[in-house]
């Protein structure tokens, strides 16, 4: 996760558990969002460049290399606000999730909108061109994008969550058994982790890494963004 107030962008990425260094790719794609939001197949390929010239292949062993050219893997979300008509822009790729909410009330999600979409393979952001070729198709990015007006909300909210935490609370919505006020009323580590671990004891959130943004607006102070 990265943040820049000044520029009201903040970003979560969850970086695949079998690839070769998902972490430093998952870093490197939330900064380089902070810096250029425009994604696009130059902006990933961009990315791409960036990571390779971080590794020194000719001295890795044989195994090594062969996880290093299959690749790391990683989601992407990007939340961007503007002042100037008061929205916010989604781009996401993968299965973190965004959700809106106004007066502790669902509003909308994205990417995804139901529970069950999260059952199927996601999109993951890779390292190894060859495997970002679903990418270059046309308006590709543009599909993977939803902006929310926020002129009209009186207390909006975007919580960025990724996916076991994001599928777990579309469920209990689903279910009439909303979880919204709840994850508005963390306020530290400490409170997440017992609500993912309760969570996951009584009803069914999938043991996974868990991490819950809290994206506040308003148009007299700076954007507040409790990370957890």
């Known amino acids: 996760m990265a943040l820049a107030a ?4 903040v970003a979560v990425s969850d970086g695949a558990s079998e690839s070769f260094d998902s972490r430093t790719w998952a870093s490197l794609l939330v900064a380089k969002f902070l810096d250029d939001p425009g994604l696009c ?4 390929d961009d990315a791409v460049t960036s990571y390779a010239q971080q590794f020194a292949v000719s001295d ?3 195994s090594q290399q062969a996880a290093f050219e299959r690749g790391s893997y990683a989601t992407l979300l990007g939340v961007e606000h503007s002042h100037l008509d008061h929205s916010v822009t989604i781009q996401c790729v993968g299965d973190s999730l965004a959700v809106l909410l106004d007066d502790g009330e669902f509003v909308d999600s994205f990417y995804y909108r139901r529970a069950e979409a ?3 393979r996601p999109e993951l952001l890779c390292t190894n061109p060859g495997r970002n070729r679903p990418f270059a198709l046309p ?3 543009r599909i993977h994008r939803q902006s929310w007006s926020l002129g009209r909300r009186s207390a909006p909210v975007v919580l960025c969550m990724t996916d076991a935490v994001g599928q777990w609370a579309l ?4 279910r009439r058994e909303p979880v919204w006020q709840e994850l ?4 530290d580590a400490a409170a997440f982790e017992t609500l993912v671990l309760d969570g996951r004891v009584s009803s069914g959130m999938r043991v996974d890494d868990a991490t819950l943004v809290r994206v506040s607006f308003d148009d007299d102070e ?3 963004v409790p990370v957890f």
Do not use: E, P
Not at 6 to 9: D, E, N, P, S
């Open 222 to 224: 700076d954007d507040g």
């Open 139 to 141: 308006h590709y990015f």
């Open 171 to 174: 469920r209990r919505h689903q």
């Open 118 to 120: 999260f059952q199927a």
């Open 60 to 62: 890795m062993s044989w």
């Open 6 to 9: 000044a520029v009201g962008r």
């Open 41 to 44: 197949v130059s902006w990933l």
């Open 184 to 187: 508005m009323r963390i306020d």
